[in-house]
């Protein structure tokens, strides 16, 4: 195993199959790489099944962010199925965030150690199959998409100690969603800490002690800190023994004062009160939903199940909620809309015959600098003429519902917010 962040790793997925399945996991791949935009190891095309080995094993699954077991009968008779399966799970173990994901191509049962929690059905490829598969790409999923109970969290989320794992465990357990930095997603801009706080009620940092820092802990979770003092957000310390803050930093903290963790205290007392009177401090500030969901315009002429899937599909791959307009309440739904758009993340646009409701949601957008994403569906691959106000816009085709799935998948992705889910 290579022990390497998973943010620095080169593929998304490690695939595991049987060689006897090649080309029915060959078209799922190729699926997964374009539309979804996904980076994949397949030793059919990323290296060299007659020549597999451990080691060749262990360096592409320590170089993935996650693992996907296409399980079959032949799959089972694979003298490294089982091995790729350990070598994950040791992966999933050592890193928060890894991914183990289970497909079910054939009527075999999986064997009694293959221990997932879910596994899809792929056995018949059609929209609502190949939606079950792109929403279990992220397995751990938080209970919630909006952002009302979102907290900033500042904290070692690769490699925690053992006294800041239980730390973070204890604020878990308030119900808030854990927001963290998303530092591979560049749409942020250089101000991409500050416009994700921006979206939470406030800010927690939990500091390990480094006794190798001049701080004695790390000057990255410092700089966090420092920056939600200076833009006045609600800011709870909770420290390891031996790291010395500034004065200035605890001064601007809530209560005027860190709380201590060490060892395997856990939540003890003193962090419970912390945690509880700063969920109460937490309740009385102002939060603002502004770049924190995306918004979906498109044809009502969506089936139910459709249009379900399709929001779900982006739910699960950005961590925010979708937003359409046909779901909106109020005296004023088109202020609504309009406010909606305005503030959004980013708005995806389905232009295809050039649905009314559509155009003009596509076009508040530009109006008012939210980032839009046009797609269009082009059954004979030929993209349609584009109006004048879309011109110098990218669009997107889509021949299939499949299709359609799988790029809006890409989008939302690319607006990934990081939650902490732990294990």
């Not at 320590?62 to 996907?68: H, L, M, S, V, W």
């Not at 249009?307 to 909620?321: F, G, P």
């Not at 076009?363 to 046009?374: C, F």
Request: glycine fraction near 8%.
């Amino acid at each position: 195993m290579t022990g390497r962040k998973l943010q620095k790793r080169g593929y998304d997925f490690f695939i595991s199959y049987g060689h006897a399945d090649v080309e029915r996991v060959r078209r799922v791949v190729s699926y997964l790489t374009k539309p979804c935009g996904l980076k994949v190891w397949f030793d059919a095309e990323s290296g060299n099944a007659a020549q597999r080995s451990s080691e060749l094993l262990g360096d592409a699954i320590g170089n993935a962010r996650g693992a996907i077991f296409f399980a079959s009968a032949g799959w089972q008779q694979s003298t490294w199925c089982r091995n790729e399966y350990e070598m994950a799970l040791a992966e999933q173990r050592a890193q928060d965030g890894y991914e183990i994901v289970s497909v079910r191509i054939d009527d075999s049962e999986p064997p009694a150690w293959f221990n997932v929690a879910e596994v899809v059905d792929l056995r018949t490829s059609d929209p609502a199959a190949t939606a079950r598969l792109l929403r279990s790409l992220a397995s751990d999923v938080p209970h919630r998409f909006d952002n009302a109970q979102d907290v900033y969290l500042s904290a070692p989320w690769s490699r925690p100690t053992q006294s800041t794992r239980l730390a973070v465990a204890a604020l878990q357990a308030t119900g808030w969603r854990l927001v963290g930095d998303s530092p591979d997603l560049p749409h942020f801009g250089q101000s991409r800490v500050e416009a994700i706080m921006r979206t939470t009620r406030g800010v927690v940092a939990v500091l390990p002690y480094m006794p190798s820092e001049p701080l004695g802990t790390s000057r990255f979770i410092l700089e966090e800190a420092e920056l939600a003092r200076r833009k006045r957000l609600p800011l709870l310390l909770i420290v390891e023994a031996g790291v010395q803050l500034p004065p200035h930093l605890i001064d601007g903290a809530f209560q005027g004062t860190s709380v201590v963790v060490q060892g395997d205290s856990g939540a003890g007392p003193e962090l419970v009160a912390a945690l509880d009177a700063f969920d109460d401090k937490l309740e009385g500030v102002h939060l603002s939903d502004t770049s924190a969901y995306i918004f979906l315009a498109g044809s009502l002429r969506d089936d139910e199940a459709s249009s379900k899937d399709l929001s779900t599909v982006i739910e699960r791959a950005s961590n925010m909620a979708c937003v359409r307009g046909e779901r909106m309440l109020g005296n004023n739904i088109q202020e609504a809309i309009i406010d909606s758009v305005r503030r959004a993340m980013v708005v995806i646009a389905d232009v295809t015959d050039d649905h009314r409701n559509t155009l003009i949601e596509a076009g508040i957008a530009l109006g008012s600098g939210t980032p839009v994403k046009l797609i269009a569906h082009t059954p004979d691959g030929i993209l349609p003429k584009k109006r004048f106000m879309f011109e110098g816009q990218e669009l997107h085709g889509y021949s299939s519902p499949e299709e359609r799935l799988g790029i809006c998948y890409w989008i939302a992705r690319q607006y990934r917010r990081r939650i902490y889910v732990g294990r």
